[in-house]
DNA sequence: CTGGTCATGTAACACGTTACATGATTGT
DNA sequence: ACAATCATGTAACGTGTTACATGACCAG
């Protein structure tokens, strides 16, 4: 089992559909093509993992509706309570927000926390990368021609990135502290 | 030539360095164990677009510095004007802004101009997924139980990573704008 | 009549990860 | 003693990409 087949069963643990619809979905933040996704989905079909029905459509071609099994869904809940480190790429951390109803809220909370003390991390040492480099150019960081320059924009970057993660990670985890059926339809943790 | 090919001589556009600093540098932003590094530097070597001597150290192993040729000069220079697409990887990008300063005015707001709609398009497309997820849903987003919560969460996410990058890149546009000589070393275009 | 979408699948190849292999030095 | 850092390299395996393969339908 690895990320993808995690991720395949995240998806139809909220909804039956096609291999080819499953692309799709996950497509919106991980680029998989379909090659990957077929033959995944028939040994998971073997290993009682997920079922399907044939559905018939009448102008496009028949399909394989998948629907996850109580196997399947029993590996999706342990799979979400198991933490997060700073090797977890951010394709599984996505998956798991996926997921994030299935939670209760103190499991729902660690796994932001968790992610939150990975990202404050990175910031650390990247603000300690950006000492060194000051350090050892006195100034030329100013200039447009200088490699000091470039450096210094790209950590300012990634900072950025922990930085909006982090505040993003903060956000949802007041959704839940300020507690059910308030309208949180605003972005209100950033404004573009 | 593939992305790490291209990412090798970028760093040693900038300074010659054994590849095992090469791997230390590359990993700020991109994860590429050692085992990836040697083999390519050598072949790289084999094709002349990089050459090494072999510096001896007191309590430490020997090691090869490598140094970039002309050849190799010219590659990096030729790789950082091809335009960037949607396809681009974020890695690419990263290279490219390491390199930036190789680069004369109206290349570098180029090259950050074509990144910036790239990601215009990425939050417009993101945007119009949430409106199908509300019309779906009807208010049940607002329930932490929900699976339109999370989904709604997870794009609210990729679309905040999108902001803070085009915010990003007006920023160094910004830079480039107002000229040379200023003290730009705070980062103005987000507080954290 | 060309290209895009829906729909499934396979195969070859390239890319990336983990482990094996060696070995001196330095810090806990 | 044990682990970490510096330093290089190879090998096996797993992941990911691109292309091949088929075919109906619909829009420009």
């Given amino acids: 089992m690895n990320t993808l087949n995690y991720g395949l069963l995240a998806i139809l643990s909220n909804e039956s559909i096609s291999g080819y619809d499953l692309m799709l979905r996950i497509n919106a933040f991980w680029h998989i093509p379909h090659s990957r996704i ?6 998971m079909e073997q ?7 044939l559905v018939e459509q009448k102008g496009k071609p028949d399909k394989k509706v998948y629907s996850i099994t109580e196997k399947g869904l029993i590996t999706v809940k342990e799979w979400l309570i198991v933490p997060l480190d700073a090797s977890t790429k951010k394709e599984e951390f996505y998956l798991k927000i996926y997921c994030i109803h299935y939670l209760d809220k103190e499991h729902a909370v660690q796994l932001l926390k968790d992610r939150e003390e990975v990202l404050v991390e ?8 950006i000492e060194e480099i000051k350090a050892e150019c006195d100034s030329s960081i100013n200039s447009l021609n200088s490699p000091y320059f470039s450096r210094y924009i790209l950590i300012q970057k990634l900072i950025s990135d922990s930085a909006i993660e982090i505040k993003w990670c903060r956000w949802v985890i007041g959704l839940y502290d300020t507690a059910e059926n308030i309208n949180f339809l605003d972005m209100s943790f950033f404004e573009f």
Avoid: D, G, N, W
């Fill in 122 to 129: 990175k910031i650390h040492s990247r603000k300690k990368r």
């Fill in 38 to 43: 077929y033959p995944l989905l028939a040994k």
């Fill in 47 to 53: 290993e009682k993992f997920v079922t399907y029905t």
